[in-house]
């Protein structure tokens, strides 16, 4: 439908008629749709997609496991246990949520970048995290509001400057996310 009608356009030909990511996530389509442009196969561009959110998924857990200092093995074991228990397999690949499965890798992400200015002094880097905050939002909501709640912690440990800094990063996240979400909120 996106190749077809585009963002927010009007579907006349499915249920009566519905404007496209009007109440659904656009994140994961964004992020599939050069490969779809590229392949020209929407198998091959979600198989492709599906791989590439695993891969970024095991180098992020990785990323995870070396910040945590944690053994080879037990990173792994830690991307076998997040990514390839029967619920992940059973909602992302049999039933084909692979937002969900994109929400989850940037949700780690979100984590990684906490943990990572948890003990450290904010910098410039902090960006990363509202860029990635924003991709989530685009993405997937119920994870919106666990990492929302999640980056509170974060807020909190920190000192009142660097706590303006992780503030405005995560409004930047939400600004970068707002020609989707102000339509989505208004639509509700």
Not at 83 to 93: E, H, Q, S, T
Request: charged residues 10%; contains cysteine; proline residues 5%.
């Amino acid at each position: 439908f996106f190749d077809k009608f585009g963002y927010l356009g009007a579907v006349p030909l499915w249920y009566n008629g519905f404007t496209l990511f009007n109440a659904y996530a656009p994140g994961w389509i964004f992020f599939t749709y050069p490969i779809y442009k590229l392949t020209g196969d929407l198998l091959l561009s979600t198989f492709l997609s599906t791989l590439i959110l695993y891969l970024c998924g095991f180098v992020i857990v990785w990323s995870l496991g070396k910040e945590l200092r944690i053994s080879k093995i037990k990173r792994t074991a830690c991307f076998l246990f997040i990514f390839a228990n029967p619920m992940i397999i059973g909602a992302v690949l049999k039933q084909g949520r692979i937002p969900s499965l994109m929400a989850l890798v940037l949700f780690l992400s979100i984590v990684l970048i906490a943990l990572h200015f948890k003990d450290r002094p904010t910098t410039p880097k902090i960006i990363l995290l509202g860029l990635a905050y924003g991709a989530l939002i685009l993405t997937h909501q119920p994870e919106t509001v666990l990492t929302g709640l999640f980056l509170t912690g974060l807020i909190l440990v920190k000192p009142n400057r660097e706590r303006l800094w992780i503030i405005l990063a995560l409004l930047m996240g939400i600004a970068l996310s707002s020609f989707w979400l102000i339509p989505f909120i208004n639509a509700a």
